[in-house]
């Protein structure tokens, strides 16, 4: 696909975020875009400049100075979409930057859809799609880690894999092909311990592309960390406490929770996805069986499950018959027991060795052991 041009239509886009800012970074890509911004800059002949050149003028209409910018021209295929593509710099007020916006969406311009320059730089085969996913993942990302992975995708890290295991892939298919043509006169191309191992290179590798896979989202998304349990047993009021945040209805009402409820949380570097769900329980009530069938999807697929136990309210044996349900989810999970400010003597002894981190979400108590054992 390399070097073909799609389209042929100029559009435009503020680079830069929205608000008043010291500058800001207005872009324009396609294969006008230097001669349509020639229209409205002052200053040398746009089109005459090399590429990866900066030049001051002032941009506006023959009676109207808008602002002194400066205006970086780049000639295809030397830019991020491989076409004829200018930054026109200009300083950071929204004024401004509406004002020459509208300048050039009257010289024929139109506005880039979210996206529209990564997916141009993606069909004019700048790079493949991981790569241009890549792209808006280093723009998210919200840790250094996620930057880092990002930025390794983005310069090929993964498509380099994949196109190595396709080598190795059609290299095997074509021993394969050969020896099924010479099947009947007894030939062998290949050693069985040479495709033997063939087979087992390309597994690892696929293995290994699939591990990748599972942490590079862990990076982008966070570890997905559930936070379970019966009806009140303080499910929404822990999530609230780690967050800081009054983000999820609590209330003394069993089945306030029916939706998941998630947001992320940055622990030494490493960022959780903590779910709120809705109380496990046997319910009449359609919505809030809904909700159920939720949490149990969730649970199933959770790097960690916070499971929590409300010891105001329960007997060991009934703690012992959840962790039984817990335990056949078949997923890794710390026992939280919530409300130590209200638990009877009797069962703070009687689970005494059952590895509870206890805590009390709704006056934080204990939080710290708690985010240290998750990480
Ligand atoms: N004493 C005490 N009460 C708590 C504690 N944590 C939560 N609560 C109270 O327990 C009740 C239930 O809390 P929620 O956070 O709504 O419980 P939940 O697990 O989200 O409940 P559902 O959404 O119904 O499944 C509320 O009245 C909270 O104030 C605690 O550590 N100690
Ligand atoms: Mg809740």
């Known amino acids: 696909m390399s070097g073909i041009q799609l389209v042929d239509d100029t559009i435009i886009a503020l680079a830069t975020p929205q608000g008043v800012s010291g500058l800001a970074v207005i872009r324009l890509s396609g294969k006008d875009s230097i001669k349509i911004t020639d229209q409205v800059f002052k200053g040398k002949r746009l089109v005459d400049q090399p590429t990866h050149t900066v030049h001051l003028g002032t941009i506006g209409e023959p009676d109207k100075i808008i602002d002194e910018v400066l205006v970086t021209v780049f000639k295809e295929p030397n830019s991020f979409?491989?076409?004829?593509?200018?930054?026109?710099?200009?300083?950071?007020?929204?004024?401004?930057?509406?004002?020459?916006?509208?300048?050039?969406?009257?010289?024929?311009?139109?506005?880039?859809?979210?996206?529209?320059f990564t997916k141009r730089a993606f069909m004019n085969g700048r790079f493949d799609l991981a790569q241009a996913e890549a792209v808006a993942d280093l723009i998210h990302a919200e840790n250094d880690n996620a930057r880092q992975a990002a930025l390794n995708q983005?310069?090929?890290?993964?498509?380099?894999?994949?196109a190595h295991l396709r080598e190795e892939l059609i290299h095997f298919a074509s021993l394969v092909e050969l020896e099924?043509?010479?099947?009947?006169?007894?030939?062998?191309?290949?050693?069985?311990?040479?495709?033997?191992?063939?087979?087992?290179?390309?597994?690892?590798?696929?293995?290994?592309?699939?591990?990748?896979?599972?942490?590079?989202?862990?990076?982008k998304n966070g570890i997905p960390t559930v936070i379970a349990g019966k009806p009140n047993a303080g499910k929404s009021t822990l999530l609230n406490a780690l967050l800081n945040e009054e983000k999820a209805i609590v209330s003394e009402i069993p089945g306030t929770t029916r939706d998941v409820i998630e947001d992320e949380i940055t622990l030494g570097g490493i960022t959780f996805r903590f779910m709120d769900t809705a109380g496990l329980r046997e319910t009449q009530d359609i919505i809030e069986a809904l909700g159920v069938s939720r949490t149990h999807e969730r649970m199933k697929i959770a790097a960690l499950i916070l499971y929590l136990f409300d010891l105001s309210d329960t007997t060991l044996e009934n703690i012992e018959g959840e962790e039984a349900r817990l335990k056949a989810i078949g997923r890794p999970y710390i026992k939280v027991g919530n409300k130590v400010d209200k638990a009877s003597k009797q069962l703070l002894s009687d689970i005494k060795d059952h590895e509870f981190v206890l805590i009390s979400a709704s006056s934080k108590t204990n939080l710290e052991t708690l985010k240290r054992n998750s990480i």
């Open 180 to 219: 099924l043509d010479f099947g009947e006169e007894d030939v062998e191309f290949a050693k069985r311990d040479d495709l033997l191992q063939l087979v087992q290179k390309v597994q690892s590798y696929l293995d290994r592309l699939i591990a990748s896979f599972d942490q590079g989202n862990v990076i």
């Open 81 to 116: 979409t491989k076409e004829n593509s200018t930054e026109i710099s200009c300083h950071g007020s929204p004024v401004i930057i509406r004002q020459i916006i509208k300048l050039l969406l009257k010289q024929g311009v139109r506005l880039a859809e979210p996206g529209e």
């Open 154 to 162: 983005m310069r090929g890290g993964f498509s380099n894999e994949i």
